[in-house]
Protein backbone atom coordinates (compact mmCIF):
# COMPACT_ATOMS: atom_id res chain seq x y z
CA UNK A 1 0.00 0.00 0.00
CA UNK A 2 1.33 3.45 -1.20
CA UNK A 3 0.73 6.31 1.03
CA UNK A 4 0.58 9.11 -0.50
CA UNK A 5 0.22 13.63 0.39
CA UNK A 6 -3.54 14.80 0.64
CA UNK A 7 -4.48 10.55 1.40
CA UNK A 8 -6.48 10.08 4.30
CA UNK A 9 -4.09 8.30 6.53
CA UNK A 10 -5.33 4.57 7.33
CA UNK A 11 -7.53 3.99 10.30
CA UNK A 12 -5.97 1.02 12.49
CA UNK A 13 -6.19 -0.22 15.28
CA UNK A 14 -3.12 -0.49 17.91
CA UNK A 15 -2.33 -2.02 20.80
CA UNK A 16 0.18 0.80 22.49
CA UNK A 17 1.80 1.66 25.47
CA UNK A 18 -1.25 3.48 26.57
CA UNK A 19 -3.62 0.40 25.76
CA UNK A 20 -5.47 -0.15 22.98
CA UNK A 21 -6.24 2.67 20.82
CA UNK A 22 -7.91 3.22 16.78
CA UNK A 23 -6.02 5.64 15.18
CA UNK A 24 -8.48 8.38 13.95
CA UNK A 25 -10.34 8.01 17.24
CA UNK A 26 -7.14 8.87 18.96
CA UNK A 27 -5.91 11.62 16.64
CA UNK A 28 -9.52 13.22 17.73
CA UNK A 29 -9.54 16.75 15.98
CA UNK A 30 -5.48 17.23 16.33
CA UNK A 31 -1.96 16.58 14.61
CA UNK A 32 -0.28 13.65 14.52
CA UNK A 33 3.16 11.89 14.04
CA UNK A 34 3.91 8.67 12.98
CA UNK A 35 7.06 7.33 13.42
CA UNK A 36 8.15 4.07 11.90
CA UNK A 37 10.85 1.85 13.27
CA UNK A 38 11.70 -2.06 12.17
CA UNK A 39 10.95 -4.49 14.68
CA UNK A 40 14.93 -5.12 15.31
CA UNK A 41 15.83 -1.28 16.16
CA UNK A 42 19.09 -0.60 14.87
CA UNK A 43 21.44 1.93 16.73
CA UNK A 44 20.21 4.61 14.55
CA UNK A 45 16.59 4.33 15.83
CA UNK A 46 17.68 4.59 19.68
CA UNK A 47 19.24 7.69 18.93
CA UNK A 48 15.78 8.51 17.74
CA UNK A 49 13.87 7.73 20.43
CA UNK A 50 15.87 9.81 22.48
CA UNK A 51 15.49 12.66 20.52
CA UNK A 52 11.83 12.32 20.65
CA UNK A 53 11.55 11.51 23.95
CA UNK A 54 13.22 15.07 25.02
CA UNK A 55 11.27 17.14 22.17
CA UNK A 56 8.03 15.67 23.88
CA UNK A 57 7.26 18.99 25.08
CA UNK A 58 7.92 20.66 21.92
CA UNK A 59 5.01 18.57 20.15
CA UNK A 60 3.07 18.84 23.05
CA UNK A 61 2.92 22.48 22.64
CA UNK A 62 2.19 22.52 19.15
CA UNK A 63 -0.93 20.05 19.93
CA UNK A 64 0.46 17.18 18.14
CA UNK A 65 0.26 13.47 19.37
CA UNK A 66 3.34 11.61 18.26
CA UNK A 67 3.25 7.66 17.92
CA UNK A 68 5.59 5.37 17.13
CA UNK A 69 5.15 2.32 14.88
CA UNK A 70 7.24 -1.16 15.04
CA UNK A 71 7.18 -3.17 11.79
CA UNK A 72 8.67 -6.66 11.06
CA UNK A 73 8.08 -6.24 7.69
CA UNK A 74 9.35 -4.65 4.31
CA UNK A 75 8.22 -0.85 4.10
CA UNK A 76 6.21 -0.48 1.33
CA UNK A 77 8.46 2.19 -0.01
CA UNK A 78 11.86 0.34 -0.25
CA UNK A 79 13.01 -2.14 -2.32
CA UNK A 80 13.09 -5.92 -0.66
CA UNK A 81 16.13 -5.82 0.69
CA UNK A 82 16.47 -2.62 2.51
CA UNK A 83 15.04 -1.61 6.12
CA UNK A 84 13.74 1.93 6.28
CA UNK A 85 12.25 4.46 8.22
CA UNK A 86 9.48 6.90 8.06
CA UNK A 87 7.51 10.00 9.51
CA UNK A 88 4.16 10.96 8.20
CA UNK A 89 2.31 13.72 9.58
CA UNK A 90 -1.57 13.81 9.52
CA UNK A 91 -3.48 16.77 9.56
CA UNK A 92 -6.65 16.96 12.02
CA UNK A 93 -8.45 16.45 9.06
CA UNK A 94 -6.97 12.98 8.51
CA UNK A 95 -4.93 13.78 5.26
CA UNK A 96 -1.23 12.85 5.10
CA UNK A 97 0.38 16.58 4.85
CA UNK A 98 4.21 15.21 5.12
CA UNK A 99 5.82 11.92 4.12
CA UNK A 100 9.65 11.69 4.82
CA UNK A 101 11.76 8.37 4.57
CA UNK A 102 15.21 7.78 5.42
CA UNK A 103 17.67 5.15 4.97
CA UNK A 104 18.99 2.69 8.16
CA UNK A 105 22.22 4.59 7.99
CA UNK A 106 20.47 8.38 8.38
CA UNK A 107 18.92 9.83 11.65
CA UNK A 108 15.82 12.12 11.00
CA UNK A 109 16.58 15.35 11.53
CA UNK A 110 13.70 16.56 14.41
CA UNK A 111 14.07 19.78 13.83
CA UNK A 112 13.48 20.16 10.11
CA UNK A 113 10.10 17.61 11.41
CA UNK A 114 9.72 20.95 14.19
CA UNK A 115 9.86 23.26 11.34
CA UNK A 116 7.46 21.34 9.24
CA UNK A 117 5.19 21.00 11.57
CA UNK A 118 5.00 24.74 12.01
CA UNK A 119 4.88 25.21 8.78
CA UNK A 120 1.88 23.26 8.06
CA UNK A 121 0.01 24.64 11.06
CA UNK A 122 0.74 28.33 9.62
CA UNK A 123 -0.16 27.44 6.09
CA UNK A 124 -3.51 25.17 7.24
CA UNK A 125 -4.52 28.32 9.40
CA UNK A 126 -4.21 31.13 7.67
CA UNK A 127 -3.68 31.27 3.83
CA UNK A 128 -0.13 31.81 3.74
CA UNK A 129 3.06 29.68 2.05
CA UNK A 130 6.86 29.55 3.56
CA UNK A 131 9.70 30.16 1.21
CA UNK A 132 12.46 28.15 1.00
CA UNK A 133 14.91 27.84 5.25
CA UNK A 134 11.77 29.81 6.43
CA UNK A 135 11.76 29.79 10.45
CA UNK A 136 8.58 30.23 12.89
CA UNK A 137 8.07 34.61 13.18
CA UNK A 138 9.79 35.30 9.40
CA UNK A 139 8.17 36.28 7.16
CA UNK A 140 5.53 34.33 4.73
CA UNK A 141 3.87 34.55 1.57
CA UNK A 142 0.20 35.10 0.75
CA UNK A 143 -1.50 32.22 -1.04
CA UNK A 144 -1.76 32.96 -4.83
CA UNK A 145 -5.69 32.20 -4.35
CA UNK A 146 -6.25 35.27 -2.45
CA UNK A 147 -7.19 38.18 -4.38
CA UNK A 148 -5.70 42.32 -3.10
CA UNK A 149 -8.61 43.21 -1.70
CA UNK A 150 -8.87 39.49 0.58
CA UNK A 151 -5.24 39.52 1.08
CA UNK A 152 -6.09 43.53 2.55
CA UNK A 153 -8.11 42.66 5.17
CA UNK A 154 -6.29 39.31 6.02
CA UNK A 155 -2.72 41.17 6.13
CA UNK A 156 -3.33 44.56 7.14
CA UNK A 157 0.42 44.94 7.63
CA UNK A 158 0.48 45.08 3.83
CA UNK A 159 2.96 43.30 2.13
CA UNK A 160 6.10 43.39 -0.46
CA UNK A 161 5.37 42.36 -4.47
CA UNK A 162 8.25 40.84 -5.88
CA UNK A 163 6.28 39.05 -8.73
CA UNK A 164 2.74 39.45 -9.07
CA UNK A 165 2.04 35.80 -7.80
CA UNK A 166 5.14 36.21 -4.72
CA UNK A 167 3.69 39.04 -1.99
CA UNK A 168 5.74 38.93 1.20
CA UNK A 169 4.02 39.76 4.45
CA UNK A 170 4.83 39.47 8.05
CA UNK A 171 3.72 35.80 9.43
CA UNK A 172 0.71 36.15 11.04
CA UNK A 173 -0.22 34.81 14.40
CA UNK A 174 -0.96 31.52 14.72
CA UNK A 175 -3.77 30.57 16.92
CA UNK A 176 -4.01 26.82 17.35
Known amino acids: MTIRL ?4 PDFEAVTTEGPIRFHEWLSEGWGILFS ?18 LAAEFARRDVKVMGDLYDMVHPNADD ?12 DKKVKLTLTYPASTGRNFDEILRVIDSLQLTHYCQVATPVNWRLGEDVVIAPALTDDEARSKFPAGWTELKPYLRITPQPALAR
Request: net charge negative.
Open 81 to 92: TMTVRSVFVIGP
Open 37 to 54: HPKDFTPVCTTELGEAAK
Open 6 to 9: GDTA
